[in-house]
């Protein structure tokens, strides 16, 4: 089921190489988009304004109450083609859109949301959207959703989600299934890699051929080096397909700039 979001919250946009997943490497416009239906409590916590809120890696596009303050509110799809086209002028070719968050699919029913995806639809861009796949759109009321590619993050264990909340299988079947080329993307640290995380992703994704990229838990290098050559030996036994995350290698950061 869809959480509707009334207002549609820009967090940030950048351009930038998507670092992570089946287009690692690839120019992309990136649209980060405010608020998210979980929390991951599993990964730490910090304080920010005297609160403790969870440490997800993006929690300024997370917590609305803290931050919504600094989002844009979107009132017209025109405002963010407008994002996109600045962008492209200053480059020679055509480049990948990828919509993050937070949750950008709690805007499902946005019409803002679903007017600016038609328009990248009709317009020939590839776009991908980065979720955490427990919210489906109507693709029937919305076929536009079937030509957008959706980077399936579905939290682990590690997430510290109770599964009910954060494995919703109905979601993810349409997201496999109905989405261009959807594939699957879990992130593990070293713990998860050589305990338990296999039978995690089995239990997730058996009775899809979508592709399963698995990532080393990192938001800096030193995080990302430790837990990478675990994560490259569980990819060799599973086959599963090593993803690095080139933005931290690059520039030693979460945020892909
Ligand atoms: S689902 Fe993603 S954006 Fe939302 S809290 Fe978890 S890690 Fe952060």
């Not at 060799?236 to 080139?246: N, V």
């Amino acid at each position: 089921m869809a959480l509707e979001e009334s207002t549609l919250y820009l967090v940030e946009h950048f351009f930038s190489i998507q670092g992570e997943g089946r287009y690692c490497g690839v120019p992309s416009v990136f649209l980060r988009f405010g608020g998210c239906n979980l929390r991951c409590p599993g990964f730490g916590c910090r304080e920010v304004d005297g609160k403790m809120v969870y440490g997800c890696d993006t929690i300024r596009a997370v917590y609305g109450g803290l931050y919504r303050k600094s989002w844009h509110p979107v009132t017209k799809e025109q405002q963010i083609e407008s994002i996109v086209a600045e962008y492209e002028n200053s480059v020679t070719y055509r480049p990948d859109i990828v919509i993050t968050g937070g949750e950008p699919m709690i805007y499902a029913s946005n019409p803002v949301f679903n007017a600016m995806l038609e328009k990248f639809a009709a317009a020939g861009y590839r776009v991908t959207i980065e979720t955490n796949a427990t919210i489906a759109p109507s693709f029937l009321e919305h076929p536009f959703y079937g030509g957008v590619t959706f980077a399936m993050a579905v939290k682990l264990s590690g997430s510290g989600e109770p599964k009910n909340r954060r494995v919703v299988p109905e979601a993810i079947k349409a997201l496999a299934l109905k989405g261009r080329e959807s594939f699957f993307k879990f992130t593990l640290d070293a713990s998860l890699a050589e305990n338990g995380g296999a039978e995690q992703i089995d239990e997730i994704c058996t009775g899809y051929s979508n592709e399963i990229y698995c990532m080393p838990l990192g938001s800096d290098e030193r995080e990302l080096s430790a837990n990478a050559p675990a994560v490259a030996e569980f990819c060799l036994k599973y086959g599963y397909r090593y993803s690095d995350r080139l933005h931290v290698r690059l520039w030693n950061r979460e945020e892909r700039r």
